[in-house]
């Protein structure tokens, strides 16, 4: 059977439809369409049920954080950990940590090289996620979810500290904000460790990849990664970075994780 052909100016057309269709997606659709992704880490008795939260870059968009918010809570985690980028902006603080504060669980959190570059005293932060039981991590460590957890959050200022000590009782969970530091742990080997930072790229070509990354990713730009190190999940994150209100392939997510 001979099929029809295409006219040039109908080619053109369903090309410019086509290429409105994934405008509209990229601008207006994914940027908040919120998925939640469930992960299972090992097969033994579950330890711990947490949420992974990474980059809001909160820039005053009160009722899509809100809806983020709900979600967490809809989901009863045993705890939430953040790996970095509350905001840009210092003048968008007190509403980000606000909107955090009605989440009813601990968070356990470190901060994004946005954090330091807006340039604001960690102290509010510390409060905020003090209050909810948990705390902001600066190369510390916390025994969380009724001692089954050794909860170790490192800062993204210096090289980790070796000083943080693993525990072989527990589950060893690392927050960390770039994914590429995973090349800096030298030998020290986790149950399991969370990065963010590189939004997946946000825009991500089918069979090829993240358009650009930033730098502190390397290879580790979306998913799971097996790493010399353990196991290496990295989070799309909520946000975008600056102006750059855009997804494609890359939907914002909260990470639902069972181990």
Not at 176 to 192: C, E, S
Request: proline fraction near 7%; hydrophobic fraction near 40%.
């Amino acid at each position: 059977m001979k099929l029809p052909r295409l006219s040039r100016r109908r080619f053109l057309t369903a090309a410019l439809l086509a290429a409105s269709a994934l405008g509209v997606d990229a601008k207006w659709v994914e940027p908040t369409w919120l998925k939640t992704r469930f992960l299972r880490l090992g097969s033994g008795q579950r330890a711990c049920r947490f949420i992974h939260l990474t980059d809001i870059h909160h820039k005053g968009d009160r009722k899509y954080l809100e809806t983020v918010v709900r979600r967490i809570n809809s989901l009863a985690p045993d705890f939430v950990c953040f790996t970095g980028d509350l905001i840009e902006e210092s003048k968008y603080l007190d509403e980000v940590l606000a909107i955090l504060s009605d989440i009813r669980t601990p968070i356990y959190g470190v901060p994004g090289n946005h954090d330091y570059w807006s340039r604001v005293s960690f102290a509010p932060i510390h409060k905020c996620f003090q209050a909810t039981g948990g705390a902001w991590l600066l190369d510390e460590q916390r025994i969380v979810s009724a001692g089954k957890i050794n909860l170790i959050g490192i800062t993204c200022k210096r090289t980790p500290q070796p000083a943080l000590t693993l525990d072989p009782a527990r589950k060893n969970i690392l927050l960390m904000h770039y994914p590429a530091w995973v090349k800096r742990l030298g030998r020290q080997k986790f149950d399991l460790m969370l990065a963010g930072h590189s939004h997946g790229g946000q825009v991500r070509i089918p069979f090829y990849g993240p358009v650009v990354v930033p730098f502190g990713v390397d290879e580790y730009d979306l998913g799971w990664f097996s790493t010399p190190n353990g196991p290496l999940y990295v989070n799309p994150g909520i946000g975008y970075i600056y102006v750059y209100n855009f997804r494609f392939n890359c939907r914002p997510e909260i990470t639902v994780i069972e181990v």
